[in-house]
């Protein structure tokens, strides 16, 4: 009896033990939560060649999804409402997603691009600005190079999560950059993710911005202020540009009518969904079809 009475003390000591040393790793990974919540998904991506002129991005617009650039030649200005970046040799870059901005031509330039979406990324703050590394790992241009040949050979799920794979790692300096600098309550639960989701699953109805703001605890004029601080423009254009963004994937990855994209996208009207979309992007539904993705 004394020998079971020790082995069941002994059991619980290590129980205890366990359970004590999960709680200090858990404290040492205070961005558990946020990584554990990581969404992504790849929009596209390509190998720009001699680039003077970006024709499909008009004028300050601003699409709903993060790029990565690897320049290898030539460079290029990125212009935003109060800063600039100049994107060269030497660095790699993540520009925000929802940010409007233009493109300026210095020389012509060769560079790698990978658009991605993630509604994570988005609830931090320091990701509504762009943000320039040092290219410290002489790999990272074989892993561009792998993603973007690699996404048109997606054939089966392990696939799709090898690609997927390669471009979380190489986030991975741009997230020990950023989460660095967050307090972990903030990147634990960003205030408006449930709003992102929510407009994010509801894009072909109506959309009410007293619904959105209900996800908050923010007043109406306070959650205004705050969302157009944190994503660089107002709800109503935020939701603008994402339902024109959710159409250029459509009309890229589908063969869907432009009827049938409009009401797909919250837009009744197919005559109103035509003016929305050109003001946006400078290209009829049609012509953006023909020519695609090459940013």
């Known amino acids: 009896m004394k020998f079971l009475q020790k082995v069941v003390h002994f059991l619980s000591f290590l129980q205890k033990k366990t359970e004590s040393e999960e709680r200090r790793v858990k404290n040492r990974l205070p961005w558990h939560t946020f990584l554990g919540g990581m969404d992504l998904e790849i929009v596209g991506a390509g190998f720009g060649e001699g680039i003077r002129v970006w024709r499909y991005h008009p004028s300050f617009g601003g699409d709903n999804f993060f790029r990565l650039y690897f320049p290898v030649k030539g460079k290029f200005r990125l212009l935003f409402a109060e800063t600039h970046c100049t994107v060269e040799p030497g660095f790699i870059f993540l520009l925000p997603a929802g940010t409007p901005f233009s493109y300026e031509s210095v020389t012509p330039s060769n560079h790698w691009w990978i658009h991605f979406i993630s509604r994570q990324l988005r609830t931090l703050p320091a990701m509504k600005q762009p943000i320039r590394l040092p ?3 002489a790999a990272l241009l ?5 993603v973007v040949r690699g996404i048109s050979g997606i054939r089966t799920l392990s696939d799709d ?7 979380f790692l190489l986030l991975a300096p ?3 950059h950023v989460l660095q600098n967050t307090p972990p309550e903030v990147a634990a639960k960003g205030c408006f993710s449930e709003v992102l989701e929510y407009i994010d699953r509801h894009l072909s109805g109506r959309i009410d911005a007293e619904t959105l703001r209900s996800m908050t605890p923010l007043s109406r004029s306070a959650f205004s202020a705050l969302f157009r601080q944190t994503f660089g423009l107002p709800p109503k254009q935020y939701l603008s540009l994402r339902r024109i963004s959710r ?7 589908t063969s869907l009518s432009v009827k049938e994209i409009a009401e797909q996208c919250g837009y009744e009207n197919a005559t109103l969904f035509f003016r929305m979309f050109k003001k946006f992007t400078g ?3 049609g012509e953006y079809r023909d020519c695609g993705l090459s940013d």
């Open 135 to 137: 290219v410290e790992n």
């Open 142 to 146: 074989s892993s561009f190079r792998s």
């Open 161 to 167: 999560l090898e690609i997927r794979n390669r471009v």
């Open 174 to 176: 741009f997230l020990e």
């Open 247 to 253: 159409a250029k994937q459509l009309l890229w990855r």
């Open 283 to 285: 290209k009829t539904p």
